[in-house]
């Protein structure tokens, strides 16, 4: 079975640590991953996008989706851009704080949670990221709480450990929001 | 009757029975000799590694009983800090002419200086390219004629001469650098001192060791020896000075 | 994650360029000269601080053509030493790696592909098949080229250029694209698993106790070349022989074969799946060493199959391989992108239904 993810927002979001904690964990489950920006050189500032393919049964995965299980958007450039690319019965989750809540197509779920105002709350807009995948870790059941956290713990670089708890803070903030209330 | 002493011989680290291909008169046989007596006065022939280049010495190997690797034409710096850094504990040196060190390889010389990487270059100055036939290279002087600059180097056209010694000396890794002459017997010695000092100063580590040969061509120049010797003192001596541009050991 | 890549026994995950680097030092790696180029500069960046604390060598070189003559430099020492950059960049290394095949020194450059001609771009390609199976320097000499497909690869691949560098003293890429080297996959480092290649009799170590050695390329008379030249042909010969290297999946009763290296070669994967499910009879070849190429199977496999299609993200270079291999015998057509991400799986499949009349 595979599953692939989208994670896209504006450069400086952390989309790709999003992704890379994402990975790991598919990892950790035993699972066959692969992880790649959608260009290798994205500065801050402009939009950025990786893809994560999850296989439990193939050992290599192809590359250049046409189609995705579950697209996370950060920004709403991201969700207008990603919104076709989701798959028939996907998924696409957005960050309600920054993008509009439409809803132009029938054929798959959406999630609108106020990412960026949670992490706000939390005291500290950079956790918006990990906050977010919370909410896709949640949305997709795919890994769990704990595998992610102990993800996270392995992604971080020693010279960021000390924002552990605040992550780990903001990963079961996104994991526990009710977001049921808002299914298409 | 007292027993005879050899006071005079070829060095153990030229190869034995080896011939130079230097043209008759040309500068180059002193130049290699002198950096062979160094070599057995120093005792390090058997631990050291030359980066031969590209142009009159090419085939300096062929006379040299030393370990050699040909590095393409302008890289040799670049080969002897590869070696260095591979091999810290061998004695690593570079014997080129003014067209490989200055125009073609100038990048590789230079930031090798800028490094201080700990190896000892030797750079033959003679105006010109002499393998290729005698055209203009990056020391060729103002007004001199050469197969491509027949009318003589005018600043319009070529531009301006280098002045390599003064060059290396403005680099902060250099330790030495020293402009010498092979054109009289006394200048022959300060010229060998100066050869030995750079191997010193490599044995010693204090970084990267430079020595600039005005030498003759007297086949490109059409010139007698004595009379392409004369043009080192009366032509090129003026512009590219002799002595030496920098010493960090000087005051110790 | 410096920290869990020492560890052989785990899984970490990590970018194709992290992995290059990290077998590199498994594989003893003593020298790194480098200068930095998108899409593979996070080689370089790992090397400075890993060498430096392995006490190894490291040099920031002023040019790619500085840095690919200080590996030449390193390696007649009989040091493991290497280089990496991409495209235009290791254009500029062309005449060295003549010069160390012609000297037949042990250089490792990593090469990873992205768009060109000229400065082109920095997305994934695999434009330089022809620099790194033809080469840009003079003369008649060859390189041995590695090509990894995924990150795994990258690594078990990296160690297997050291290896095949020293055993054959002969240079050689590892031929990877942007995409590859950006990407994350989980990859365990194992123990580097050649012997050490004895380099006594060749290497510059100073002239102790024997005679001075001489490593060059000039060779002034004509008949020396012709001799020498035919040695170092016999030595290619043997390489092809020993070393060519493919994966093959589904061939036996295929009618089609995707041939595929790299990259692409995951969709071409995927796509024969996809097909099979369909009813149609499609294979995959993926070529892992691109010289030498695995002519001799090709050609084997073109008295079976009716038709070859190249899976390319060039504008169709590996295809010439293929054609000389096939000689003829079968249909061999180009699928390609020109540069950045492979032909989808979609898009094979279709092709694949079009040849086999599905659709």
Redesign the interface.
Known sequence: MENNFIIAGFGGQGVLLAG?VL??SF?LDGN??????S???EMRGGTVNCEIVMNDT?D???????ETDYILTLNQASFVRFLPKVKKGGCIIANSTLVEEKRPRDDIKYIFVPMTELANELGNTKMTNILSLGVLVKACGLTSLETVTQALD?VL?PHRKNLLPMNIKALNIGYAYDFSLVRA | MAELTQVFKVPESIKKGSKFSFCPGCDHGVAVRLVAEVLDELGIRDNSILVASIGCSVTLYDFLEVDSLEAPHGRALAEATGIKRARPDKVVFTYQGDGDFASIGMAESLHCALRGENVTAICINNTTYGMTGGQLGPTTLLGQVTTTSPTGRNIDYYGYPVKIAEHIALCDGTAYSARVSLDSVPNIKKAKAAIKKAFENQLNGVGFSFVEILSTCPTNWKKTPQQAHARVREEMMPVYKLGVYKDITENN | MTECMEKTSEKVLTKGNYAIANAAVKAGCECYFGYPITPQSEIGEFMSGKMQELKRAYVSAESELAAINMVLGACSTGAKAMTSSSSCAVALMQEALSYAAADELPVVLVSVMRGGPGLGNIYPSQGDYNQSTIGGGDGDYKLIVLAPSTVQECADLTYKAFYLAHKYKNPTILLADGLLGQMMEPVEFKKYPYPEVDNSDWALTGAKGRRARVIRSYAPKAENQCEFLKRLHAKYDLIAQNETDWEEINTEDADIILVSFGSPARNAKSAMRKAREMGIKVGVLRPITLFPFPSKRISELANTAKKFISVEVNMGQMIRDVKLAVNGRAQVELLNRPVGTPPSVEEIVEKLKKESGIV
Request: net charge neutral; no cysteine; charged share 15%.
């Open positions: 890379e990975a790991n990892m066959n991953v692969t992880w790649y920006p260009y290798g050189a193939e290599v995965s192809s590359v250049n989706k046409s392995k670089p």
